[in-house]
């Protein structure tokens, strides 16, 4: 099937996309919406002008819009978006990186079923864990872009998460009840380096802003593609 990514730059949207791909299906476009508030429902933030990088790595065509971030209203938007995957790429559905967010997944859901455009989100209810030793033991390389989460500190922003890091968060969970996988806004990622990528993303220049003992974030100055030698 010809499928379009609604793609965030983060772990969960791209690995559903490779999860797609790996069953054989083709990837048309990828699509993403760049939210104005911050505080988006439906949609991630951090460092989401980095989808463009992505694209350029999978060599696929990026379909980008912009919302104000109005609930309910940023829908249409999406919308919009999706009309024009299909109107230019002629897919038959939509992949997503919903794991428990049913707010999200109902919306998008909506919109395919107006649309005619299956939905397909692969790792619905996956286990936290067992997500995070997956994306790794798939050959991702992720970066934390921002962290809000006791027992979280600066310190993890910026570098790859490994093994190890997940073996931190599962004792995370267990002590303070965080999500492995950052699904309840403990954490958001960046994927660097993926089977889906012919050159890897480098950010060479960044600047971590500390909000609190417990809240930061980076802010990406300058990123590049480099080749996978």
């Not at 403990?186 to 960044?206: A, M, N, T, W």
Request: glycine share 8%; with cysteine; charged share 25%.
């Amino acid at each position: 099937m010809k499928l379009a990514a609604l793609v965030s730059s983060g772990k969960d949207s791209l690995f559903a996309t490779y999860l797609m791909k790996k069953k054989g299906h083709e990837i048309a476009c990828l699509v993403t919406i760049k939210s104005r508030n911050k505080s988006s429902y439906m949609f991630h933030t951090p460092n989401v002008g980095l989808v463009r990088l992505q694209a350029e790595a999978m060599n696929l065509p990026l379909i980008t819009w912009t919302t104000a971030g109005v609930k309910e209203a940023e829908l249409l938007d999406l919308k919009a978006a999706l009309k024009q995957a299909k109107r230019e790429f002629s897919i038959k559905g939509i992949i997503t990186g919903a794991i428990e967010s049913t707010y999200q997944r109902d919306r998008i859901e909506g919109i395919c079923n107006d649309l005619s455009l299956k939905c397909l989100s692969p790792l619905w209810h996956i286990g936290q864990e067992k997500e995070m030793r997956a994306l790794l033991r798939e050959g991702f390389k992720i970066i934390l872009v921002s962290i809000a989460a006791e027992g979280l500190d600066a310190s993890w922003l910026g570098r790859e998460i490994t093994g190890h890091d997940v073996d931190k968060l599962v004792e995370l969970n267990k002590g303070y009840g965080i999500n492995i996988a950052g699904e309840g806004g403990e954490f958001e990622s960046l994927v660097v380096d993926c089977p889906l990528f012919s050159k890897r993303i480098e950010v060479p220049d960044h600047e971590v802003v500390e909000e609190g003992k417990n809240t930061a974030y980076l802010v990406v100055k300058g990123a590049k593609l480099v080749g996978n030698d």
